[in-house]
């Protein structure tokens, strides 16, 4: 399938029940992404649990509601931050060369979430992350300049009913798109259904338009192979980031190990080299009584 197809849930306690609608065949290229709309929504380990239990080839990234935030106080902003961040650690997390990826969802009125993207990034430096992928979608008006670091996915809104969707106006819309900002990042198409069998619907008319529009539309197969290239590129790019991050935890590991031998060694010429000869003597006795070693030792 061409286009990655993001299922915005209310709420965590819905990804189990997406999780088992979603068979093999409708996981390629979908996230699961829940609405959070307060910290205590994913505080504790009730909503990591839920991750625990769905397959990982199933991912997910935490949607955050920007109406939230335009009277949220500054506490409320921090602790949401960090809970944000815990979430980063699971496997099946959604992650674009190692780095997470959240999306904020819904206007954002006056640009408010800025405070909210700078905390989540500070938290996530502090645990290791290099940096953390912002997507807003792209088609949603925002209040004043964008927001820097924040990238602007093109997509499009879908509900339960999607009979009367024009896929090809959406391809060509995507391809002038990419073409302006000189990226081909893939089209992502928001579903916002009440329940996955909503979903699963969507997804399946979805899988026909695309079948029909590649074997009938010339332009739509070049679409498809730009988004197979894009796929190819960026499953490359995720093992080199890995690699990368291995081996420098590899490497500060050896640093810390060096560190602790130079301080061993240290700590010997400061305690042990420094004692007289004759208090040397007497303790290689002591062992000798100990039995630690041997009594001709003590001539050789």
Same mark, same amino acid.
Request: with cysteine; glycine share 8%; hydrophobic share 40%.
């Given at each position: 399938?061409?286009?990655?197809?993001?299922?915005?849930?209310?709420?965590?306690?819905?990804?189990?029940?997406?999780?088992?609608?979603?068979?093999?065949?409708?996981?390629?290229?979908?996230?699961?992404?829940?609405?959070?709309?307060?910290?205590?929504? %994913?505080?504790?380990?009730? *909503?990591?649990?839920?991750?625990?239990?769905?397959?990982? +080839? $199933?991912?997910?990234? !935490?949607?955050? /509601?920007?109406?939230?935030?335009?009277?949220?106080?500054?506490?409320?902003?921090?602790?949401?931050?960090?809970?944000?961040?815990?979430?980063?650690?699971?496997?099946?997390?959604?992650?674009?060369?190692?780095?997470?990826?959240?999306?904020?969802?819904?206007?954002?009125?006056?640009?408010?979430?800025?405070?909210?993207?700078?905390?989540?990034?500070?938290?996530?430096?502090?645990?290791?992350?290099?940096?953390?992928?912002?997507?807003?979608?792209?088609?949603?008006?925002?209040?004043?300049?964008?927001?820097?670091?924040?990238?602007?996915?093109?997509?499009?809104?879908?509900?339960?009913?999607?009979?009367?969707?024009?896929?090809?106006?959406?391809?060509?819309?995507?391809?002038?798109?990419?073409?302006?900002?000189?990226?081909?990042?893939?089209?992502? %198409?928001?579903?916002?259904? *009440?329940?996955?069998?909503?979903?699963?619907?969507?997804? +399946? $008319?979805?899988?026909? !338009?695309?079948? /029909?529009?590649?074997?009938?539309?010339?332009?739509?197969?070049?679409?498809?192979?730009?988004?197979?290239?894009?796929?190819?590129?960026?499953?490359?790019?995720?093992?080199?980031?890995?690699?990368?991050?291995?081996?420098?935890?590899?490497?500060?590991?050896?640093?810390?190990?060096?560190?602790?031998?130079?301080?061993?060694?240290?700590?010997?010429?400061?305690?042990?080299?420094?004692?007289?000869?004759?208090?040397?003597?007497?303790?290689?006795?002591?062992?000798?009584?100990?039995?630690?070693?041997?009594?001709?030792?003590?001539?050789?």
């Amino acid at each position: 399938m061409l286009s990655q197809k993001w299922i915005l849930l209310e709420g965590l306690e819905k990804l189990i029940g997406a999780g088992k609608a979603l068979d093999t065949r409708h996981r390629e290229d979908i996230v699961l992404c829940p609405i959070i709309r307060s910290a205590g929504e %994913i505080s504790g380990p009730y *909503g990591l649990g839920m991750l625990h239990d769905l397959p990982n +080839d $199933l991912m997910v990234a !935490l949607s955050v /509601d920007l109406s939230f935030f335009q009277e949220a106080d500054p506490a409320s902003v921090e602790a949401l931050a960090t809970n944000l961040v815990v979430y980063f650690f699971q496997v099946n997390y959604l992650k674009r060369e190692n780095h997470p990826v959240l999306i904020f969802w819904g206007r954002d009125e006056g640009g408010k979430s800025d405070k909210l993207a700078l905390s989540v990034r500070l938290r996530a430096l502090e645990q290791g992350f290099s940096d953390i992928v912002i997507c807003r979608d792209g088609q949603i008006e925002v209040d004043g300049p964008p927001a820097p670091g924040i990238e602007y996915v093109f997509g499009s809104q879908l509900s339960g009913d999607a009979t009367y969707f024009n896929y090809e106006e959406f391809v060509q819309d995507w391809l002038k798109y990419a073409g302006d900002i000189g990226n081909i990042t893939l089209p992502v %198409i928001f579903l916002h259904c *009440g329940d996955p069998s909503g979903a699963i619907r969507v997804l +399946d $008319l979805l899988s026909t !338009l695309e079948n /029909d529009l590649e074997a009938t539309n010339p332009l739509f197969r070049i679409a498809l192979l730009l988004g197979r290239i894009n796929k190819d590129l960026q499953r490359k790019r995720q093992l080199l980031a890995i690699t990368e991050f291995d081996n420098k935890n590899k490497t500060d590991y050896v640093a810390m190990q060096k560190v602790e031998l130079l301080k061993t060694l240290q700590w010997y010429e400061d305690q042990y080299e420094v004692l007289p000869l004759w208090y040397k003597r007497f303790g290689h006795i002591i062992k000798v009584f100990m039995g630690k070693r041997s009594f001709k030792s003590l001539f050789k």
